[in-house]
């Protein structure tokens, strides 16, 4: 079920309008109440050098915290005990005297005061047992359910925040469409007449309760301060997340990649938000790990790329910290900061009011109504297919969105369907569309087949007779691979026999028998059988099919073979239609904006090889240069020159033959941006 809900947003406020700054560091302060002296070391001195030092043009600051606390004068709450003046409203005064935004943060799914004072408004699961942590013997907080007289006593805190206080926007922390199993909700089931054993019942209330929650807020701030900028963090904006993003005015896309979302998660997010018409910022941290470290910090190469990462594709920037409860800002911090901003407020010019050049759209995993998805292959949390469709899209240099059934698939050269994206009605339509339009399409394991039916939607000359018989199974091409002659390559995930007209690239081949107890065969699998079973790849001129879950296989194990054909198909079906042509390595990401205002195209190139240190955290020290970079694109408008920015020289362009730009750049470290002005 899908419900409506708009915004009223106005767009306009006092100071300059809503348009979002580039620098931004979010100010974490969850602070106990056993910890004493709050605020006793903050002067706005110190407060006015370390934003002056970090080159911050805007910072969220805290109105009430996880603990529940606030931090200023309040009748609509407590202040923190260990307070003794008005903490909020000094860090507003000091950021204004300077030039320097201050959206207001509460949290509005945490507030451990007054879960432990209402037990009966927290959340529930299933089991009785609650979350974030699982009862109230555990250390950490409880989430509390919006069904409850809670959600009022919010509404007033944030009422409160903008009558007393100069805000730039509300943030509210720790939202999102959560099932809860509270008597309140089951009470509502029960009156509505629904069981409280129907678990889509309770899925839907959970998107009503989001939803009520949301214009609540709205309503409380559009009776102080119309139209001012408001955005609810659920820790992820992905694809099918249609009500919760129209809720908010901009978007501000969480991903520490230290913190466990990884270097791939930020490009993942951003491009599917960049083509949604709302201004966006990457969120990473200082932290050495994630939010609530005190005294960690990451290299400064690690924010000069992350930061990079985030205006190449189309974001501003948002920085994470987590202020001492004596409340004085820390000067390695802000050095920190500042090395990274320093580079970003240079290149400023070049990445606002920017559009995507892309060629591929991605219909994602998450996107889909998760009921047609087969569990035994993905995980909800996870969404294996979209990670390895992402992490080859990055690594093959494509340019590319990531998308959902809303969204419109017509301007894309391809579509690619990863793994077990079933066609239900609201995109069989679209689909069929797009493909007699001209478009083309890559489907890979069971992706095409039509919603609750055994066979592809018929605009697609294939026909599916079941799953492989064996697992693992091996893939043999006809034709080398880019860096391995052919072989007989292990598939790891499910493969299906297909039939369809057109050009067979390579063939399935069974193993000799399924591992089990009576039959098994060297350490960890059974080999290749050398025979032919069926079609791996089919090649029609529309659409091409790979037989098994190539995506998922890629993000499970990261093979190389996996990869290279899946590169090989994609070029096939883009032929010389493909944006960009580089010899940029694996881990470099390519991006280009366009900035019609000022009439250019802007290339991004970035460079960094992440690391694991300790226990999976991925770190970035080393910024190696890169050397004798091409870099060829076809571009939509002939270009006039070539330069490099922030430094603006000039730089010679060459037009081949194919109608592709072709510059060179001898040398680049961590990011580079080349402009074409048309």
């Keep these: 079920m899908v419900y409506s809900f708009k915004i009223g947003y106005t767009g306009s406020t006092k100071k300059g309008g809503n348009r979002m700054k580039f620098r931004q560091v979010h100010l974490d302060f969850h602070t106990s109440e056993a910890v004493p002296d709050i605020g006793k070391d903050f002067t706005k001195e110190n407060f006015q050098k370390m934003l002056k030092a970090g080159h911050v043009d805007s910072i969220t600051v805290f109105s009430k915290c996880h603990h529940g606390w606030s931090y200023h004068p309040t009748k609509a709450n407590k202040m923190h005990p260990g307070l003794s003046f008005d903490l909020l409203g000094a860090q507003i005064e000091a950021a204004h005297e300077i030039g320097v935004k201050t959206p207001v943060y509460l949290s509005a799914g945490l507030d451990e005061k007054c879960a432990v004072e209402h037990p009966e408004w927290v959340v529930r699961q299933k089991d009785e047992s609650t979350t974030w942590v699982k009862d109230f013997m555990t250390a950490g907080y409880h989430v509390l359910c919006f069904n409850t007289p809670y959600l009022s006593l919010l509404a007033e805190q944030v009422k409160e925040v903008l009558r007393n206080y100069d805000a730039d926007g509300i ?229 590319y969105d990531r998308l959902d059934p809303y969204s419109d698939f017509s301007n894309y050269k391809l579509l690619i369907l990863p793994d077990q994206i079933y066609i239900d009605d609201q995109t069989e339509q679209k689909i069929r569309d797009y493909v007699n339009q001209g478009g083309k399409v890559l489907l890979t394991g069971k992706s095409g087949l039509l919603k609750d039916q055994e066979r592809f939607l018929d605009c697609f000359a294939l026909h599916y007779k079941g799953k492989h018989a064996y697992r693992p199974t091996y893939f043999t091409p006809v034709n080398d691979l880019k860096d391995l002659k052919k072989s007989d390559f292990v598939i790891y995930t499910d493969a299906y026999e297909v039939e369809g007209e057109g050009e067979v690239a390579g063939w399935l081949s069974p193993s000799y028998f399924n591992r089990s107890a009576e039959h098994f065969c060297s350490h960890r699998h059974t080999p290749c059988a050398k025979y032919k079973t069926a079609p791996g790849i089919i090649c029609q001129k529309s659409c091409a099919y790979i037989a098994w879950e190539v995506f998922t296989d890629y993000a499970e194990n990261g093979s190389l073979y996996s990869k290279e054909i899946v590169l090989e198909v994609i070029d096939r079906l883009l032929g010389m239609d493909k944006t960009v042509v580089t010899n940029l390595p694996a881990q470099g990401i390519v991006t280009v904006m366009e900035q019609k205002q000022e009439s250019r195209y802007v290339a991004h190139l970035l460079y960094a090889a992440p690391v694991v240190r300790g226990k999976n955290i991925q770190i970035i020290e080393d910024l190696p240069p890169v050397l004798d970079t091409v870099l060829e694109l076809r571009l939509d408008k002939a270009p006039k020159r070539a330069y490099l920015a922030p430094e603006q020289k000039e730089i010679p362009f060459e037009l081949l033959p194919d109608g592709r730009i072709q510059v060179k750049i001898d040398r680049f470290t961590c990011h580079k941006m080349i402009v074409f002005d048309y």
């Design 171 to 399: 943030f509210m922390d720790i939202v999102s469409e959560r099932p809860c199993y509270c008597h309140t909700c089951n009470e509502i089931l029960k009156r509505e007449g629904k069981s409280i054993f129907d678990e889509q019942a309770r899925q839907e209330l959970a998107e009503r309760t989001y939803l009520k929650y949301a214009k609540t807020i709205r309503d409380a701030i559009d009776e102080i301060r119309p139209g001012l900028p408001l955005f609810h963090n659920g820790g992820h904006v992905g694809p099918g997340a249609k009500n919760v993003i129209e809720a908010n005015t901009h978007l501000e896309l969480e991903s520490l990649p230290t913190g466990g979302w990884g270097y791939d998660h930020f490009p993942a997010s951003a491009r599917y938000v960049q083509r949604l018409g709302k201004e966006f910022l990457g969120m990473t941290g200082k932290f050495h790990t994630s939010w609530g470290e005190f005294g960690g910090f990451k290299h400064p190469n690690a924010l000069k790329y992350e930061t990079a990462l985030s205006i190449a594709n189309g974001a501003k920037c948002s920085i994470g910290d987590q202020l001492h409860p004596k409340g004085a800002m820390d000067e390695a911090t802000y050095d920190l900061i500042g090395k990274a901003y320093a580079e970003v407020e240079k290149k400023e010019p070049w990445c606002d009011h920017v559009t995507p050049v892309t060629d591929i759209g991605i219909l994602c995993l998450e996107g889909i109504d998760q009921k047609y998805l087969e569990k035994r292959t993905v995980d909800r949390g996870k969404f294996l297919g979209d990670v390895g469709c992402n992490r080859i899209m990055l690594e093959g240099k494509y340019l």
